[in-house]
C-alpha cells in the first residue's frame, strides 16, 4: 500500500517559469514532509522540509506548502532554472523515524 | 569530509549466492536505513536502526538481513532467498537527537546490484 504518491511521473517547464510538484499521503500519522532531488545514480540530496505544524516553508527558490486536510503538499520551484532538472521525490515521515517516499517527478528545466 | 560511504559500486551476484553491501557513516548519527529503489519507482525500506545492536524490518524486509554492531556501519546482506534482487540499494543515516534535523536523512552513492 502506497502511502505517498506522486501522481505526476513527469514534468517538463520552460526555463524561468514556475515548477509545480506535487504529492499526496494516505497516513495521517506522518508530522514531517520533505523533498528530495536525485541526479541518475547518485543518492538523494535533501531540498526542502515542512513541519505538520505549518503550512508553508520557503527557502529561496524553492517553497513547500502543506495542506494537512487534503493530505497534500506541493513544492514551487521560481524561477526554474536548467539545473533544476532532475527526479524529486517526497517523503513523509512519522514519530518512528521511518520514511516513505514517492515515486518521484522527472522535471526537465528546458532552455 | 563527513558522509556517508557505499560499497561496492556495482556488483554483481551468482544465483545461490548471498552478497554483503557495506554502508559507513562518519557523521556521528544514531540511525540508519536502506532502501531499494527499482526503475520508475520511489524507495522502499528494507530495515532501518535507530541505534546500536537494534533494527527493525521495513516494508520489503524478506530476502534480505542486516547487522548493527557498531554506530558506524551497517551492512546489508542480499541472501539467496531474494529472488529478484537486481536494483539500486541506497543507504542513509539521520540524528535522533530531538528537533527537525532528526527528520533529515543523507543518503549515500548507491550500490547497483545485479543477477549474473
Known amino acids: 500500500d502506497q502511502q505517498v504518491k506522486q501522481n505526476s511521473p513527469s514534468l517538463s517547464v520552460q526555463e524561468g517559469r514556475i515548477s509545480i510538484l506535487n504529492c499526496d499521503y494516505t497516513?495521517?500519522?506522518?508530522?514531517?514532509f520533505l523533498w528530495y532531488k536525485k541526479y541518475p545514480a547518485e543518492g538523494p540530496t535533501f531540498l526542502i522540509s515542512i513541519s505538520s505544524i505549518k503550512d508553508k516553508n520557503e527557502d529561496g527558490r524553492f517553497t513547500v506548502f502543506l495542506n494537512k486536510s487534503a493530505k497534500h503538499l506541493s513544492l514551487h520551484i521560481v524561477p526554474s532554472q536548467p539545473g533544476d532538472s532532475a527526479v524529486y521525490f517526497c517523503?513523509?515521515?512519522?514519530?518512528?523515524?521511518?520514511?516513505?517516499f514517492g515515486a518521484g517527478t522527472r522535471l526537465t528545466v528546458k532552455p | 569530509d563527513g558522509g556517508i560511504t557505499q560499497s561496492p559500486k556495482y556488483l554483481f551476484r551468482k544465483e545461490g549466492q548471498n552478497v554483503t553491501l557495506s554502508c559507513e557513516q562518519n557523521l556521528n548519527h544514531d540511525a540508519m536505513y536502506w532502501y531499494r529503489q527499482d526503475p520508475g519507482q520511489g524507495l522502499r525500506l528494507i530495515y532501518y536502526s535507530q541505534i546500536v545492536n537494534d533494527f527493525q524490518k521495513g516494508d520489503i524486509a524478506e530476502g534480505y538481513s542486516v547487522s548493527r554492531e557498531k554506530k558506524e556501519s551497517f551492512p546489508l546482506t542480499v541472501t539467496s532467498a531474494q529472488k529478484n534482487p537486481t536494483a539500486f540499494y541506497l543507504c542513509?543515516?539521520?540524528?535522533?537527537?530531538?528537533?527537525?534535523?532528526?527528520?533529515?536523512?543523507?543518503f549515500g552513492a548507491g550500490t547497483r546490484l545485479s543477477v549474473l
Open positions: 497516513n495521517s500519522m506522518f508530522d514531517y
Open positions: 542513509a543515516s539521520s540524528t535522533t537527537l530531538t528537533g527537525p534535523a532528526k527528520n533529515i536523512q543523507y
Open positions: 517523503a513523509a515521515s512519522g514519530r518512528r523515524g521511518d520514511m516513505r
